[in-house]
């Protein structure tokens, strides 16, 4: 499972960068707006060019993938 991060305009300063949810991503910039608030943003900072945001994704295996994949190898 990859992780997806978001770090918006000074995020530093709210604790972001953060990982966010995929089911959020894919609803769009509304649902990463709310997501935003509710994960300590400020509705000023969104006001203010805070909706211009870096989102990236980290494909390094977790350990949890890992344990995954050894699961379904033995169920083969």
């Known amino acids: 499972m990859a992780t997806i991060w978001i770090d918006p305009p000074n995020g530093w300063r709210y604790g972001f960068a953060k990982a966010i949810p995929a089911q959020i991503v894919a609803k769009g910039d509304e649902a990463i707006k709310t997501w935003l608030l509710l994960n ?20 390094r295996k977790t350990r949890l993938d890992r344990l995954l994949e050894k699961i379904r190898a033995k169920e083969k």
Not at 40 to 59: A, V
């Open 40 to 59: 300590g943003y400020t509705q000023h900072e969104l006001d203010n060019g805070g909706d211009r945001w870096r989102i990236w994704s980290d494909m």
